[in-house]
């Protein structure tokens, strides 16, 4: 009924549609075999590679941020020593100013004075809690001798005590063996002021019947021959007037703040009395 040849024609043709439908199905199955091996190994390898992503990133944070502070720290340190820098300049500006106008009340102290005078830093203190003293960085060499009087634009500091050939020690105001010949300026009263326990002095022989007042100015009189006539020394803060005695007890604040002497100024031409009238 069919040729031989169509027979053949058609076995081919079902032979090449057989080997086609099962290497199809062979790739298919090869396919979806690998689909589903490569779902699987991503599921386990994407959480450990977000991980190590994560942990890189972060430890590659933390290194820069170390560096950054680092710099940072650099510039801080180089910032604190300009600023400390700064501050000594500035403190070493003000330091000057602050001499400068102690240096103006200075030379308006000489050139208001008829006497000579010589400026000298004050170089040490007394420790002792007995005597009162200074010791400044002038001497014999420079005029000055035992019983000059020390003065500042606020009044009387005390005495020359000793001078050596470069230094000399200046026995303080305030000290209970220094003493000055004084008057209560408002009414001319006179008295001796002299040295007292702490930062304060005494007026001392100014009789009941004077009138003295709290607030009052007290200069020297010039008639101790050691200070000039009218240098300040204090105002009167306290009085007592007893019953009984022939004098009142007055206190005094002096006018120069003795804690915070930093120059002195020596007169070393002090006005004389010559009692023969040569």
């Known amino acids: 009924m069919f040729s031989k040849k169509t027979v053949v024609s058609a076995g081919v043709i079902g032979l090449v549609i057989l080997i086609t439908f099962v290497i199809s199905f062979h790739y298919l199955r090869k396919t979806s075999f690998m689909d589903a091996a490569g779902r699987a ?37 180089i910032l604190r020593k300009r600023l400390a820098e700064v501050v000594g300049q500035v403190d070493a500006c003000r330091e000057i100013a602050i001499a400068n106008e102690r240096l103006r009340e200075y030379v308006g102290l000489v050139n208001e004075s008829p006497h000579q005078m010589v400026a000298a830093k004050v170089i040490a203190r007394d420790p002792s809690p007995w005597y009162r003293t200074l010791v400044i960085s002038k001497g014999s060499d420079d005029g000055i001798s035992k019983g000059c009087p020390v003065v500042l634009p606020d009044g009387i500091v005390g005495h020359i005590l000793t001078a050596s050939s470069r230094y000399a020690r200046v026995l303080l105001l305030i000290d209970r063996n ?64 007893r019953n009984t005695g022939l004098f009142q007890e007055i206190e005094l604040v002096p006018f120069v703040d003795f804690e915070r002497i930093e120059e002195v100024m020596v007169i070393i031409s002090p006005q004389t009395h010559d009692l023969e009238g040569n």
Do not use: H
Not at 51 to 72: E, H, K, P, Q
Not at 195 to 215: F, H, K, M, S, W
């Open 41 to 77: 190994a991503l599921f386990i390898v994407a959480p450990v590679q977000n991980i190590f992503t994560t942990t890189i990133g972060f430890a590659d944070g933390i290194w820069r941020n170390y560096f950054f502070l680092v710099s940072i720290a650099r510039e801080n340190e």
């Open 178 to 241: 220094c003493s000055v010949d004084a008057l209560v300026q408002r009414t001319r009263a006179q008295g001796v002021v002299e040295g007292a326990a702490g930062a304060r002095c005494l007026l001392n022989y100014i009789p009941r019947q004077e009138d003295v007042q709290v607030g009052d100015a007290i200069v020297s009189s010039g008639f101790d021959g050691i200070f000039p006539k009218g240098l300040s020394i204090g105002y009167v803060s306290k009085i007592i007037r």
